[in-house]
T-cell receptor
Framework: QKEVEQNSGPLSVPEGAIASLNCTYS??????FFWYRQYSGKSPELIMF????GDKEDGRFTAQLNKASQYVSLLIRDSQPSDSATYLC????????????FGQGTTLQVKP | DVKVTQSSRYLVKRTGEKVFLECVQD?????MFWYRQDPGLGLRLIYF???????EKGDIPEGYSVSREKKERFSLILESASTNQTSMYLC?????????????FGPGTRLTVT
């Protein structure tokens, strides 16, 4: 069973702090990794993707990938109350079928 | 921008009714998906289509069927709705981009079966 594990949270951080969201995956054949943000009652929105080991930065967001450890993370710098949402980690299925395997998500609360 | 639309945001149906949920994407994506999302259970794949008239069962296909007659449209059918199918239904489409298959979601349909 291919799995993606995330801490469900809630992760609570003060406004302006760095939020660190983590994800581990079991399928060593997974090649690409995605972070989705989902506000309550809304659908998931793709915010970051990464496929090479190391860091990838986009504004206040940094995705980090370590394939040897099968570990992906998302850092949110200068967290804002508007970042409060559930963050879903997703990885590609190693069969290259176009399917993604989703984690259950981590709920982030940014307190003013 | 990628646009995935779903026919209804909210739907209320009675037990035993046949229910059609429609999804349309405007980006010529080859893959389309139907998920349901329930509290504590996360996103679960119901069906997946990788081409017109082609479909593949996901993790929870029982009680559902799908139709893809045109590339842009993927329909989910509940043959005989039951109360345990009350859920948020999410459609997504994907293409092979820089990072592999990037998936984009529609706004969702919240279905209540009474």
């Amino acid at each position: 069973q291919k799995e993606v594990e995330q801490n469900s949270g809630p992760l609570s951080v003060p406004e302006g702090a760095i939020a660190s969201l983590n994800c581990t995956y079991s399928d060593r054949g997974s090649q690409s990794f995605f972070w989705y943000r989902q506000y309550s009652g809304k659908s998931p929105e793709l915010i970051m993707f990464i496929y090479s080991n190391g860091d990838k930065e986009d504004g206040r967001f940094t995705a980090q990938l370590n394939k040897a450890s099968q570990y992906v993370s998302l850092l949110i710098r200068d967290s804002q109350p508007s970042d409060s949402a559930t963050y879903l980690c997703a990885v590609t299925h190693s069969g290259n079928t176009g399917k993604l395997i989703f984690g259950q998500g981590t709920t982030l609360q940014v307190k003013p | 921008d990628v646009k995935v639309t779903q026919s209804s945001r909210y739907l209320v149906k009675r037990t035993g009714e046949k229910v059609f949920l429609e999804c349309v994407q405007d980006m010529d994506h080859e893959n389309m998906f139907w998920y349901r999302q329930d509290p504590g259970l996360g996103l679960r794949l119901i069906y997946f289509s990788y081409d017109v008239k082609m479909k593949e069962k996901g993790d929870i296909p029982e009680g559902y069927s799908v139709s893809r007659e045109k590339k842009e449209r993927f329909s989910l059918i509940l043959e005989s709705a039951s109360t345990n199918q009350t859920s948020m239904y999410l459609c997504a489409s994907s293409f092979r981009g820089q990072a592999g298959y990037e998936q984009y979601f529609g706004p969702g349909t919240r279905l209540t079966v009474t």
